[in-house]
């Protein structure tokens, strides 16, 4: 798989200059991309976004106001949506005409940086590039510095006719953006957020509403109880796109087990029966899969709805062990039932975990209890 790094490269940079001297004719194109590929191989993906917006600072002008004129101005067509509210590329020819893509994200960091003595024509420039790209980093910085002047314009874009805005007012307020400024004042209070998230969670866009779903799960790791109150108290006559909504935002505290969210999606009860855990091997390499095999009987006289999840207790540097949960099966078990589950996890690498080698127990958990496990050797 290509690297992300690789996708802000030699070609972006001449891309973008090629753009900018289109919106701006006094716009110095050899110095911009001069300094934008200096060392830009040997650079992460985060350092050669930033070296892209350090170029910018040094070739737009000093005008904040004008700059971002220029930027809007060096802008493709905005990203149109398929049908079912999914981001869909543009084309070569609508490329042609402007600025889409990973180079935005260095455009919105320019205006993050430079744009916080004038939030209004920030916001505005925000608005602009989140609609070819995402604007979901930039405008960050301005939620933690100016949150009362930004509040009132996320209220005002949760009505926005573009699902590209709509989406950026709960994915650029998430208190834990992977990648993103962590804000802490949301972090330990999201109240601010409630109303905009309630206002979108009904959106026709299936982009904005799965973002809505992961705000409420990115609090859901610090307020779990309020979570799993917005979850009982939307599920009542509720719509199946909402239903979706409030179980993909119900994943993580499932996971866990906690109660009072089992408890609103009608798995409070544990399961009544046996149930039974085997591996297809008892060693194995990274790089490989392993089966698992799982047996449920029950012993009830009515249906039982099961949420049946697996944690893998991975060996840590240090030897120690860390649980990671992995989704399972959803299933109704009949009154009586017998049945078995088969799957295959797999061993590869990933980038967000490393793999060490060692005894690694597997625990299988069904509506949150922990009713059975086994035992592997991982091997390099």
């Known amino acids: 798989m290509e690297p992300f790094k690789n996708l802000i490269n030699a070609g972006t940079v001449a891309h973008a200059g090629q753009h900018l001297q289109r919106a701006w004719t006094g716009f110095d194109r050899p110095r911009f991309e001069a300094l934008a590929n200096q060392g830009l191989d040997a650079l992460e993906l985060k350092a050669r976004m930033l070296q892209l917006a350090n170029a910018m600072r040094a070739t737009l002008p000093d005008d904040f106001n004008s700059a971002c004129t220029v930027l809007e101005a060096s802008l493709a067509p ?6 079912p509210g999914e981001p869909v590329g543009l084309s070569n020819a609508q490329m042609s005409t402007g600025l889409a893509g990973w180079v935005i994200w260095s455009m919105g960091e320019f205006v993050a940086r430079h744009g916080q003595h004038d939030v209004p024509r920030a916001l505005t420039c925000l ?32 009505n926005d006719p573009s699902a590209h805005v709509r989406r950026l007012v709960s994915e650029g307020s998430r208190p834990r953006l992977p990648w993103g400024l962590r804000l802490q004042a949301l972090v330990a209070d999201p109240t601010p957020a409630l109303p905009l998230l309630r206002a ?7 982009y904005v509403r799965r973002s809505v779903a992961n705000h409420l799960n990115d609090i859901a790791k610090d307020h779990p109880g309020l979570v799993a109150g917005w979850v009982r108290d939307h599920l009542i006559e509720t719509t199946p796109e ?17 109660a009072p969210t089992l408890a609103a999606w009608g798995l409070a009860s544990g399961l009544q029966g046996r149930v039974g855990l085997s591996l297809s091997a008892t060693s194995a390499s990274v790089g490989e899969s392993l089966g698992l095999s799982v047996t449920l009987q029950s012993t009830s006289h009515q249906p039982q709805p099961l949420e049946i999840d697996y944690a893998v207790h991975h060996v840590r540097a240090n030897g120690g062990t860390s649980p990671k949960v992995f989704k399972g099966w959803k299933l109704t078990l009949a009154a009586g039932e017998t049945r078995t589950l088969d799957k295959r996890h797999s061993l590869k690498p990933v980038t967000t975990r490393t793999l060490y080698p060692g005894l690694h127990r597997m625990e299988l958990r069904v509506n949150g209890v922990a009713l059975a496990e086994a035992a592997f050797d991982l091997s390099r």
């Open 78 to 83: 905005a990203l149109p949506l398929d049908a």
């Open 127 to 158: 608005h602009a590039l989140t609609q070819r790209s995402t604007a979901e980093f930039a405008i960050r910085p301005f939620i933690q510095q100016q949150p009362d002047a930004v509040w009132p314009v996320l209220a005002r874009w949760a």
């Open 200 to 206: 979108l969670q009904d959106d026709p866009s299936s």
């Open 242 to 258: 909402r239903r979706a909504l409030l179980r993909h935002a119900s994943r993580s505290l499932i996971k866990q087990g906690h």
